[in-house]
């Protein structure tokens, strides 16, 4: 009785960690939100036998709103850092070929 509970629980705590390293994943790589159905189907079809691959990041909005309220509360945290420490910027703008603007920030903390 406790060890089928426990593989269950087992299962969904892994479940979650797959689809925070995916999350993640595409949130550092830059990829767009639309590519999530499909990488979904992907891995499902790649490795069938996981349990835990039928259950990552199903839904687009799910995709989102994990990236956008879970690793997008670092920013609180580097704003109190920035409020309580000495640091330096700087500032790098440019325009390539395709005449699209670029800005690049460098925040050094002291």
Known sequence: MFTS??????????????????????????????????????????????????????????ARAFIVNVTGDSRKNIVELLQNNRFALLVDKSTDMATMKHLALVVRIV
């Open 5 to 62: 509970a426990s593989n269950s629980q087992d299962t969904k705590i892994t479940a979650k960690a797959s689809e925070a390293k995916m999350a993640c994943y595409i949130a550092e790589h830059n990829m767009s939100f639309n590519i999530v159905s499909h990488l979904n189907k992907l891995i499902s079809a790649i490795c069938p036998e996981f349990e835990n691959c039928r259950t990552i990041i199903n839904e687009l909005a799910k």
